[in-house]
């Protein structure tokens, strides 16, 4: 589903299995932010494919946190695609993970961040795994929040170092930014500043009690 120009979104549509919606930033440079499950890739390759995109021609996989649902397919890759994710991150799951776990090729931390010719912020959002990254992309407007907020709800935090009352801090945090598209690590994307103004509120009203 392309959004706009530059971005296709790759929702996940299955609900009998778990995985992530992946978004190809499209450009002189490409880059696939959340390749997702690896038994599940097949959804990624099908839609590049429509979009006549090879995994060779994938700069840069961004991963917004660790957890397999998002991150696994990174091995999938072709060799020449780098890899990114927050160092925090890194080293938290990297206590967990196999062998298998793939080396980041450079980490991303608080603060701006250019790939190829797109500029971003990266906002380090605590609370669902201790080192889950938001990517903002001031140009679009367009915030990509991993598992830190959805339509209508928020991320875990009883995995393996969730903490409730980080992730309120990081949903506050990113309520603020100036954002026309929300796009969700699952289910629905929000587009539109008074939808996701209207999706934070609900937030903060409904889960913050719990948090
Ligand atoms: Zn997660």
Redesign the pocket.
């Known amino acids: 589903m392309k959004v706009f120009d530059g971005l296709h979104a790759f929702l996940w549509r299955i609900p009998t299995q778990n995985n992530?919606n992946a978004y190809l930033i499209d450009g002189e440079v490409k880059i696939l932010v959340d390749p997702g499950h690896r038994h599940l890739f097949g959804h990624v390759l099908k839609n590049l494919a429509l979009l006549d995109i090879y995994l060779d021609q994938i700069d840069v996989a961004v991963v917004t946190?660790g957890?397999p649902?998002?991150l696994e397919a990174v091995t999938q890759l072709h060799a020449s695609t780098m890899f990114t994710m927050s160092g925090e991150e890194y080293r938290n799951i990297k206590k967990f993970a196999g062998p298998g776990m793939p080396e980041p090729d450079f980490f991303l931390e608080e603060g701006d961040v250019t790939i190829g010719e797109h500029r971003f912020q990266v906002v380090m959002t605590p609370g669902?795994?201790p080192g889950?990254l938001c990517l903002y992309w001031p140009d679009k407007k367009a915030l990509f929040t991993?598992?830190v907020v959805f339509f209508q709800g928020i991320?875990?935090t009883d995995?393996p170092g969730g903490n409730g009352k980080e992730l309120k801090n990081s949903i506050q945090k990113i309520s603020q930014l100036d954002t026309e598209y929300l796009f969700t690590?699952h289910g629905e994307i929000l587009i539109g500043q008074e939808a996701i103004k209207a999706n934070f509120k609900k937030i903060q009203a409904y889960y913050f009690n719990y948090l």
């Open positions: 992530c946190h957890h649902d998002h669902h795994s889950s991993g598992d991320g875990r995995l690590g």
